[in-house]
């Protein structure tokens, strides 16, 4: 049973450029949430989305970034026009998120984002 | 908003003592309460994951203490081992909402 994968596992892209950050959840996870590393930070939630749906995306900013979890396929974070500021750590995580037995959180090994 | 503080920042102890991690959060009402493990570059392993309704998880030398009321957790580590170097992180979910909040960790560096 693969864990949380994300890819690539590093992206350099220059000022302007897109940036598309994938997740491919836990086999069984319906839920998934990206966090934010940047650097000397904590991890600060950025999206919430189960198939289909953002649940939550208060921790996003407003501008140039979007989240999509499609029915089939991975969850896709995406970043327009970035900056030198986006360069960060990018956290996936995913949950079973039913019940209070399946709620413990399971994180990829991150899409560190340099931009030059 | 929760705020989760995590102390000491750093930690530096002779191999084979025992490690003590302290985290503080400000709203008691929290669903869960995990503690992470991060190696530099790498990713988070969840090392325990504690309901709101435990008082302790152990695994291993690990073991996590929760006291809600007061908004405490400490994960003890015994005979540390140069192994458990990395940086440990406190992460707290809200009720019914899964989100996590993070401390901002505790760098641990076990000397041999």
């Known amino acids: 049973n693969a864990g949380v994968m994300q890819n690539p596992r590093h992206l350099v892209r220059r000022r302007g450029q897109e940036a598309r950050l994938r997740c491919s959840p836990m086999k069984g996870h319906s839920h998934v949430y990206w966090y934010r590393q940047l650097p000397e930070e904590g991890l600060k939630f950025m999206v919430y989305?189960?198939?289909?749906?953002?649940?939550?995306e208060s921790g996003m900013p407003k501008e140039r970034f979007s989240a999509e979890f499609p029915k089939e396929g991975p969850s896709i974070l995406r970043i327009q026009q970035v900056v030198r500021g986006d360069s960060a750590a990018y956290f996936c995580?995913?949950?079973?998120?039913?019940?209070?037995?399946?709620?413990?959180?399971?994180f990829g090994q991150g899409t560190r984002l340099t931009v030059v | 908003k929760q705020e989760v503080t995590q102390i000491p920042a750093a930690l530096s102890v002779p191999e084979g003592e025992n490690l003590v991690l302290n985290c503080s959060f400000t709203?008691?009402?929290?669903?869960?309460l995990q503690w992470f493990r991060q190696d530099p570059g790498k990713g988070l392993t969840s090392l325990l994951l504690?309901?709101?309704?435990?008082r302790e998880q152990t695994s291993g030398r690990l073991n996590a203490s929760l006291d809600k009321s007061s908004g405490r957790s400490t994960l003890y580590i015994a005979a540390s081992q140069p192994g458990d170097s990395a940086t440990y992180l406190c992460a707290v979910a809200r009720s019914n909402d899964y989100k996590l909040s993070f401390g901002a960790g505790t760098t641990v560096t076990v000397r041999a």
């Open positions: 995580a995913s949950s079973a998120g039913t019940g209070a037995m399946n709620t413990e959180a399971f």
């Open positions: 989305l189960q198939k289909e749906n953002i649940i939550d």
């Open positions: 504690i309901q709101s309704s435990q």
């Open positions: 709203d008691s009402a929290i669903y869960n």
